[in-house]
């Protein structure tokens, strides 16, 4: 990726100054509806020229990782005329810098949703609303995220093969995920990767006491170091990240921007799609209208219209423009072109952000110090030091607990993140704010916590039974559609006992001598909310997770890949929408169940497939 060579000084400070309102990015109120429906440069459109009409011969919506990769490869055809439309603006450099990624959740490159309130969960948020940030901006959520490199386990794809998907086995994506990569982290499985794709992957420079006292805990536990990108998953690893000498690698500066002189294609950012067009008669999509200058504007699509803007907005978008569940859209008032049912599956990983771990030792990230101190800008340029780190993710582990009922004993259904810090570790000024955690949780756990003697060890649920849904407010394309995650709620109560089981996976690891080395504790102050059940009980922990578990933001399935026989599925393995002649949908939304990855990667492989697929038909 084309990471940028120097960074002024001046952006840098901007970064430490981010309360001051004069800054161009920041807004306080960000997750307000109210503000994100009507920021600057939107609002009410006119439609100044209705006659005003452009010609293309596909029109690509979404800039993320899908739909950056798409308009990439189409463009290599220069007898294809190609627009790509993004509603956010352009990234500055300063999101290239992975221990501030965080910060950027507050700015107007995120949606800023928040998911419905839902009974006995998120009970340690304030007003009882997840935070759900979905990257706007050119690049989507790629230039907002971790950077947590992760291709998935080989059993996900070649079950959506079985489940009737053609042509979607890892066997045959393999060559799509080789595709994109560049990979140059140290320890890797031969045969497994590709150098001089367009996404660079390494290791990441700077790690804490933390990680290494994690990394050889699991390994005396009995887990082998992996490439987790390559033959096994199951084991423990630092973590590959999407940077490049330490810069974010996002759809942006590798897919986009090297291109953007291609006089074939047109890219337009702050251009808001509010409708695909569809001809009620023939069930052909022709285009799109969007906003762009407060004026409405159409554009005309010759061969196809591609639907990227991600698993909470491309069902939006289909749902707004007549497709989707027949009753839900009578009920809006808006005229139903293909019954499908939309919105209908929405699976996301759910993360427990609870188990702090005491150190007798400094142990964490020094992020605090580092983000005020003029040496670390130059560790920066030199792609080393502090600001190298994905906001405190530094290793992982895929696992599995006795909980599991895969036929395939090395399937994980746990993920452990070690983090390294706790929320107090930026002065509990940005990071506690992402998760919306109430001051009097923060108060009692995290304050009188120093920030270099406490990091986190976080359950992420791979396989979730339970799954949630999303359905539109209104037919106002500016309204936030509504979103429920449903967590925790299957009838069996697998997921809660899977998290219970990671729990004591984790209680487990702290008796490993590296861990033991600094005296590492579970912080066992109780939980404002939970005091009453008995500390560590199965009881307490259920009340922990109902408390701050939160999204890890990996939604999916809310457009279902799935065969004609799938009575959930609104896409076929062509990726083309159901009963609809010239539109394709590709992101996340597509990825029918939840996978052992977080969802970058696979939404820049689910880009370059449908990018091969859309050639196969046109070319
Ligand atoms: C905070 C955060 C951290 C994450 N961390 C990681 C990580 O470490 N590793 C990992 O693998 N994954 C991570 N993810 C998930 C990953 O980034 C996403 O799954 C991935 O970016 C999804 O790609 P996409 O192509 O489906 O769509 P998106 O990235 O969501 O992009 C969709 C784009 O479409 C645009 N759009 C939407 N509606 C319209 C419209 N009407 N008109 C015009 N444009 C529109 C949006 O503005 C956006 O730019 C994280 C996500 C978040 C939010």
Known sequence: CNVSGFMPYRLYTNISLYYDPSLPLIHPAYTSENWYNNPSGYGEAHTKNPNSEEEYDFIIVGSGPAGSVIANRLSENPNWKILLLEVGKEPTTLTEIPAIAYYFQFTDYNWGYLMEEQENMALGFID?????????????????????????????????????????????????????????????????????????????????????????????????????????????????????????????????????????????????????????????????????????????????????????????????????????????????????????????????????????????????????????????KQGKGVLATLSGAEALAFVRTPVSKEAHPFYPDIELISFGGNPRLDNGEVYRKTARITDEIYNKIWRPLGTSKAFIIAPILLHPKSCGYM????????????????????????????????????????????????????????????????????????????????????????????????????VSDKLKVYGISGLRVADTSIIPEPITAHTNVPSFMIGEKVADLIKEDWW
């Open 471 to 570: 359905k539109l407010k209104s037919k106002n394309p500016y309204d936030w559609p509504r979103f429920y995650g449903n967590y925790l709620t299957d009838p069996e109560k697998l997921d809660l006992k899977t998290f219970i089981a990671s729990i004591r996976f984790v209680q487990n690891l702290l008796g490993m001598p590296s861990l033991r080395r600094y005296n590492a504790k579970l912080l066992d102050t109780p939980l404002p909310g939970c005091q009453h059940y008995i500390y560590d009980s199965d009881n307490y922990w259920e009340c922990s997770l109902r408390h701050l578990s939160t999204s890890v933001h990996h939604q999916t399935t809310t457009c279902k890949m799935g065969p004609k026989s799938d009575p959930e599925a609104v």
């Open 128 to 380: 009882r609303r997840m935070h759900w940030p979905r990257g706007r901006v050119l690049g989507g959520s790629s230039v907002i995220n971790w950077m947590i490199h992760t291709r998935g386990n080989q059993i996900d794809y070649n079950r959506w093969a079985k489940n009737g998907n053609k042509g979607w086995s890892y066997k045959e994506l393999f060559r799509y995920f080789l595709k994109s990569e560049s990979f140059d982290v140290k320890l890797k499985d031969s045969g497994y990767h590709h150098h001089g794709g367009k996404l660079n992957v390494e290791d990441v420079a700077y790690r804490s006491k933390s990680a290494d006292a994690f990394v050889g805990a699991m390994q005396e536990m009995g887990y082998p170091y992996v490439d987790y990108n390559g033959k096994k998953q199951y084991g423990v690893s630092y973590v590959h990240a999407t940077t490049k000498r330490g810069r974010r690698c996002s759809a942006f500066n590798s897919f986009l921007e090297p291109i953007r002189s291609r006089a074939n294609l047109k890219i337009y950012t702050s251009a808001k799609v509010t409708k695909i067009l569809i001809d009620a008669n023939t069930k052909h999509a022709w285009g799109v209208k969007f906003v762009k200058d407060r004026q409405n504007r159409i554009a005309k699509a010759k061969k196809e219209v591609i639907i990227s803007a991600g698993a909470l907005s491309s069902p939006q978008l289909l749902m707004l423009s007549g497709i989707g569940p027949k009753k839900h859209l009578e009920e809006l008032g808006i005229p139903v072109i293909q019954n499908l049912p939309v919105g209908r599956k929405l699976y996301d990983h759910l993360g427990f952000f609870g188990l702090t771990i005491t150190a007798n030792d400094s142990v964490t990230i020094p992020l605090e110090t580092a983000l005020y101190d003029l040496r670390t800008i130059i560790e920066y």
